[in-house]
C-alpha cells in the first residue's frame, strides 16, 4: 500500500520534531517548513498528500498560506493542528479549503486516523473542539469570507491606521476603505471596530 506523503508546518520546532517522531513509522515524511511562506513553497516543491499546519506562524500565517496552496490548484489534504478551540477559527479553516480541524492536545492515535480520513476525501473535526460554528454558518462558510482587498484593509485598521491613512496606503478613495470595513462588519456579524481587531488577531494578521 502506498504510503501517504505528510509534509508538516510549524514554527515550534520541539513540537514538530515531536509529530516527526510520533509520525515517521505511519507516513512518509517529506520536511517540516517553519513559516508560511516556506509551506507554500513546499508544497509546490514537493507535492505532499495531506499538509498538517498550524495557525499562527511568521512571515505569513497558515490561513493566508492555505489559500495560496488552494488557489493554486493542490490535490493535497490540508489539516489545521492548533491549540484554538474557536468557532470562529474552525469556520475559517473550512473557509480557506482545510478538510480537517484538530487540537495540539489531542491523542496521537486520533491524529493518525485524521490524516487517513483526510487522504481518503472526508473531513474531520476533533471531538475535542467543543467551540463548533452552527451548521448554518460551515454550510455557508464560501458565502462569508472576506476579499483579499478587505483582509489588507482589515490588516491596516489593526495596526492602528485611519480610514483616510489606509486610502493613501492601499491607493484608493476614503470613502472606498469605509465600504471595504462596512462590508466586513456586516459580512463577520461584529458591530464596531474592537470587534474587527480581534477577529483579525485570531486569525493570526496580527500578533
Known amino acids: 500500500m502506498k504510503r501517504i506523503r505528510l509534509l ?19 507516513f512518509q515524511l517529506l520536511g517540516t517548513a517553519g ?17 498538517l499546519v498550524d495557525i499562527s506562524m511568521p512571515v505569513l500565517n497558515g490561513f493566508d498560506a492555505v489559500r495560496q496552496i488552494t ?14 478551540d474557536d468557532a470562529t477559527l474552525v469556520s475559517e479553516a ?14 496521537g492515535e486520533e491524529l493518525v486516523n485524521a490524516i487517513r480520513e483526510v487522504a481518503q476525501g ?21 458565502k462569508t469570507t472576506i476579499t483579499p482587498r478587505q483582509r489588507e484593509v482589515l490588516k491596516l485598521i489593526s495596526r492602528g491606521l485611519t480610514m483616510k491613512e489606509i486610502a ?3 491607493n484608493i478613495s476614503t470613502r472606498t476603505a469605509e465600504t471595504h ?11 464596531t471596530t474592537a470587534d474587527l481587531i480581534r477577529y483579525s488577531l485570531r486569525l493570526g494578521l496580527i500578533s
Not at 71 to 84: P, R, V, W, Y
Not at 181 to 191: N, S
Open 181 to 191: 470595513k462596512y462590508e466586513m462588519m456586516q459580512t463577520l456579524g461584529v458591530e
Open 122 to 142: 472526508n473531513n474531520y473535526v476533533s471531538p475535542l473542539v467543543t467551540n463548533l460554528p452552527a451548521e448554518s454558518s460551515m454550510a455557508h462558510t464560501q
Open 35 to 51: 513559516n508560511g511562506e516556506e509551506l507554500v513553497e513546499a508544497t509546490k516543491r514537493l507535492q505532499p498528500d495531506v499538509i
Open 8 to 26: 508538516i508546518a510549524d514554527d515550534h520546532v520541539m513540537f514538530a520534531q515531536g509529530l516527526e517522531s510520533l509520525l515517521r513509522d505511519e
Open 168 to 170: 493613501s496606503e492601499l
Open 71 to 84: 488557489e493554486s490548484g493542490t490535490n493535497a489534504k490540508i489539516i489545521f493542528l492548533t491549540m484554538h
Open 94 to 107: 473550512f473557509r480557506c479549503g482545510a478538510s480537517g480541524y484538530i487540537l495540539k492536545h489531542a491523542a
